[in-house]
Each structure stands twice: as C-alpha cells, then as structure tokens.
C-alpha cells in the first residue's frame, strides 16, 4: 500500500490567483496521477506525472492551467491557474506502487484538496 | 474509449441488510481489471474490490462480493449485512491491462438507515 498526503487540505482563494497543490507519498512510485472531482461528480483524470519527463493531459486539461511538476519519485505538484469559480472542485492525487513481482496495481488516493473560487 | 456506466444515482438499505449496486461497462479490450471504490463523506477514495477480466472466479472481500458477468459487461457489487458506516459514495471504475489509467462512472450514494 502507500500512505499519501496533500497540502492543502482545503483553501479558499479569490478569482484569477493561483493555488499549488502538494502531494506527498511514503514510497518511490513510477506514475502519479491528478483527479478533479467537481462538485457531485465523479472523478476525472487530469494528468499522469512521471518523474523526469513533462506529464501527460488528459482532452480537455492544458499545461498553461494546470501545470504538474514531478522532481522525485515521491512527490508532485499540481498547479490550478487563474483560477474561476469553474475550478471549484476536489483535487485528488493518486498512485500507483510498485509491487514486487508485477500485478496488483492498486491505485491509491490521496485525501484530497477542496479548492473553492470566489 | 472506455465508458463505465452506474445508472442508480441513490440507493437506500436498512442496517444489516443486503443490497446490490449495478455497473456496466464498454470495452473492447480482452484484458482489463474492474475495480469498486468507496468516498465517504471524508472524501478519502477506498478500494473496496477489484476483479480481473481474465478470471472467472468473482471476487469476495468479507461482506462484500461482485458478480462480473464478463459477457454481459457488468459488474456489480453486493454489500451483505449492511452496516452505517457502508453509507458513501460507490464508484465502479475500470483500468485496461497495461494502463493505469482508471476510468471511473458517475458514482451512486448509498444511504444505510438504521
């Protein structure tokens, strides 16, 4: 399993700033993985980082709007630009660990983010 | 692409009852994995049961079990003996072998009345 945390756990910010979320596991994965889960909605994939290569958008998510960094293999950001009230959602942060051996792949999530727009 | 489709937005069940939540899926893939994830109200994404496609055997974790009927693309899960910390929201989700990319539905609260 993995043991993951996110900072903050919830913010409240003013239209057209910005919010840098963190997300923290206790062990070196290859993928981590950016959700946003809108307001009684499901969750929807943002980016897969990976460590050492630019991370990859899912239709309908850009980098200039939500710029990933990935400096390690335990650690991530996720950015949310000009932020509109449109952003206000859960930001979830997930993994999946390595497992010896190969299968399993469970995907892990962080507690989440709740981010609200004024 | 993928879809996953949970068509009961809110179920209700009494307290050490038994209740079945429907999902259904669309792929053309032969080699996937189906997963059902809880959120309580604490937002925290728990993985309750995951079954591979390549396995006939359903897959039971103690009160919970899933009846994949690989054909029909469905994959349901039934909660037995109810219990009021079972109330969450319920998400099927879906991964195709090779992937890590999780496809999740729409979600289906459960309420669990005492």
């Known amino acids: 399993s993995a043991v993951i945390s996110q900072k903050p756990s919830r913010d409240i910010c003013q239209r057209g700033t910005s919010l840098t979320i963190q997300c923290q596991v206790d062990s070196q994965v290859t993928m981590m993985f950016w959700y946003r889960q809108q307001p009684g909605q499901s969750l929807t994939l943002i980016a897969t980082a990976n460590q050492g290569s630019e991370a990859t958008y899912e239709s309908g998510f850009v980098i200039d709007k939500f710029p990933i960094s990935r400096p390690n293999l335990t650690f991530s950001t996720l950015t949310v630009s000009n932020m509109s009230p449109e952003d206000s959602s859960i930001y979830l942060c997930?993994?999946?660990?390595?497992?010896?051996?190969?299968?399993?792949?469970?995907?892990?999530f962080g507690p989440g983010t709740r981010l609200t727009v004024l | 692409a993928q879809t996953v489709t949970q068509s009961q937005p809110e179920m209700s069940v009494q307290e050490a009852e038994t209740v079945t939540l429907s999902c259904t899926y669309d792929?053309?893939?032969?080699?996937?994995?189906l997963f059902w994830y809880k959120q309580p109200p604490s937002r925290q994404m728990i993985l309750v049961i995951r079954q591979e496609a390549y396995k006939q055997q359903n897959a039971t974790e103690n009160r919970f079990s899933v009846n994949f009927q690989k054909a029909a693309k469905s994959f349901s899960l039934k909660i037995s003996d109810s219990q009021l910390g079972d109330a969450a929201m319920y998400f099927c989700a879906y991964r195709k072998g090779g992937s890590e990319k999780l496809v999740f539905g729409k979600g289906m609260k459960l309420t669990v009345n005492p």
């Open positions: 792929t053309s893939e032969s080699d996937y994995y």
């Open positions: 997930s993994v999946t660990p390595r497992l010896a051996g190969g299968g399993g792949n469970e995907q892990f």
